[in-house]
């Protein structure tokens, strides 16, 4: 059930339990729950099959293990959404997410052999309605973007934009908000929840399909929803082992995990943080400065292994002076932490040794 908070008009997931009330995550005001209905899943222009597995079928336990077996070789198909919003005209609009996006999809067609075809943009900057930001377009990109994959597949997902939150009424996330992104029409049609995100591109993978989700926007270190975050202390100058891994499986048992698959999602910063665009790091064009320190570290050989690539994304973050302004970005539940610089994060559906993993796409 949807609703408009009275204020900010950001759209809210009313529970099922609301006693007549819902606290805006945005804004915090309260609003009377009025007369709601779901929104429809969309319609894709290649199949519903997607849609409806990942409706119907859940995976059975054990939770987040690699299947038995030799793991399978990269080879097959690869395929990419990139999402870059500017969010023009709305009162928070970024400067540098299309430059991203950009610089995203040449890394991709360039380094890693990405087909040209097999790269799905949506840009404010596009002509086609269809390749808009749009909410509906969104959803529409990650159904596709799953949709059929097969032993063997490489698949990304990339967002530059806002990242948000929202109070978690379903006891899924350990520290009570679920984490969201906002398309172009967010003010309008609303957020996309990480519920949503996990359901549609985490846990239909099977086995042999590898996906990795980019995203550079606040609140984002959780945004897939998956069980494991590597943590490293805060400057980013951890040696070999200087980590852990968080346990974020949801205590009710809920599956957030793949049919068999590998799930893994660099992120711009903490669940707390906000992420910035700035000029510092590229020194010329307005960037995110994750996007920007994830291709800087694949460029200059420092992203071997996952735990050299998160090195190298924060120590350029951490010993440069990022500058940004704070403005357009989202009233956040965590206040006081503005001025952290932000910390990009690793999470995955499994545990593995992030310091002998190779990285690669």
Known sequence: MLVNCRNCRTLLQVPPAAA????????????????????????????????????????PPPYGQMPAGQPVGVFGRKRAVICGVLYRNSGRELKGSVNDAKCMEFLLRK????????????????YDADKKPTKYNMRRALYWLVQDCQPGDSLVFHFSGHGSQQINYNGDEIDGYDETLCPMDYQTEGIILDDEINETIVRPLPPGVKLHAIIDACHSATMLDLPFLCRMNRSGQCGSGQYVWEDHRPRSGVWKGTRGGEAISLSGCDDHQISIDTRALSKNALTGAMTFSFIQAIDHGHATTYGSLLNSMRSTIYNNDLGGNIAPYFPTMHPNNYWYKQEPQLTTNIQFDVYTRPFSL
């Open 20 to 59: 007549g009330s819902i606290r805006c995550g945005i804004c915090r005001t309260v609003s009377l729950v009025a007369q709601t209905s779901a929104l429809p899943p969309p319609q894709t222009p290649y199949s519903s099959s997607a849609y409806q597995y990942i409706q119907h079928h859940r995976p």
């Open 111 to 126: 380094r890693f052999e990405f087909p040209e075809s097999s790269i799905l943009m949506l840009t404010e900057e596009e």
